[in-house]
C-alpha cells in the first residue's frame, strides 16, 4: 500500500551545483504533478505530467527548471545551476485522472 | 491580491475547543480541496468539496458556491490536531481545472 515517495528526502547543494529530486506515484495513477512551497508559503504549481506527457509546465520559474516522465510513472524534477531562492520544499503529487490528489513527503532543497 | 485567502494565519487553542478556519476566494472553481501539513511532514488530503457539506470524525467542512467562501470546522479539539491547514481550490476552466491554487496556510496550535 505505497503511496507518493520521494526521494531524497533532504538535499544541501552549493549554489551553482545541479540536483535532481525524483518522484515515484501510486502505481496506476495517470496524473503527476510537481509543487514548490517556500517557507511559510503555501505551495506553487511548478508543473503537470498526463502519463508521460507534459502538458503544463507553466509554473516552473524559469529554463534552470526541468522536468521529466518518460515512461508514465517515476518522475524526476532537475534543476540546474541551483541559486539560493530556490530552497524551498519540492512537493510530488498523483492522482487517477486529476481529482484528489496524494501528496509525498516532500524533497527540502536547501542551497548554500 | 492572492485568489485564495485564509484566515486567520494563525491560531492558538486550549485542547477541547472548536475551531474555525476560513478561506476565500476570487476565482471559478470546480472543487475545493482542505489539506493538512505537519511540520516536516508530507500534505494529507481531509476533503474535497464541490458543494454542501462533509463531515469525517471531527472535522467538518463547508462550502458556500455563491459566496466563495469556506469553512473547516474542528470539534473538540486536541492537540494532536496541532498543524498548518491549508485550503486549495481547482480551476473550473477546461484548461486549467487540474490546477490547484493554494491559500497560504493557517498554523494551528493546540495547548493541553
Known amino acids: 500500500g505505497a503511496g507518493v515517495s520521494q526521494s531524497p528526502r533532504y538535499k544541501v547543494a552549493k549554489r551553482g551545483q545541479d540536483v535532481a529530486l525524483r518522484c515515484d506515484p501510486i502505481?496506476?495513477?495517470?496524473?503527476l504533478f510537481w509543487y514548490q512551497q517556500a517557507l511559510g508559503q503555501g505551495p506553487e504549481f511548478l508543473t503537470y505530467f498526463q502519463n508521460e506527457a507534459q502538458l503544463d509546465k507553466s509554473g516552473l520559474p524559469s529554463d534552470r527548471f526541468f522536468a521529466e516522465r518518460p515512461e508514465g510513472s517515476v518522475s524526476t524534477l532537475k534543476i540546474q545551476r541551483t541559486q539560493q531562492e530556490d530552497s524551498a520544499v519540492y512537493l510530488c503529487a498523483s492522482s487517477r485522472q486529476g481529482n484528489e490528489q496524494f501528496f509525498g513527503p516532500g524533497t527540502r532543497l536547501t542551497v548554500l | 491580491k492572492n485568489e485564495v485567502e485564509q484566515s486567520p494565519q494563525n491560531l492558538t487553542a486550549q485542547e477541547g475547543e472548536f475551531i474555525t478556519i476560513n478561506c476565500s476566494y476570487s476565482?471559478?472553481?470546480?472543487?475545493l480541496h482542505w489539506l493538512q501539513q505537519h511540520p516536516g511532514g508530507g500534505i494529507v488530503s481531509l476533503f474535497m468539496?464541490?458543494?454542501g457539506k462533509k463531515k469525517h470524525g471531527r472535522l467538518i467542512a463547508t462550502i458556500n458556491i455563491q459566496e466563495k467562501h469556506s469553512s473547516l470546522h474542528i470539534t473538540a479539539s486536541h492537540p494532536r490536531d496541532s498543524a498548518v491547514y491549508i485550503c486549495?481550490?481547482?480551476?473550473?476552466?477546461?484548461?486549467?481545472?487540474?490546477?490547484?491554487?493554494f491559500g497560504k496556510g493557517t498554523l494551528l496550535t493546540v495547548n493541553p
Open positions: 476565482v471559478g472553481i470546480s472543487a
Open positions: 502505481s496506476g495513477h495517470v496524473s
Open positions: 486549495a481550490v481547482r480551476g473550473s476552466s477546461g484548461g486549467s481545472n487540474y490546477k490547484l491554487t
Open positions: 468539496l464541490s458543494s
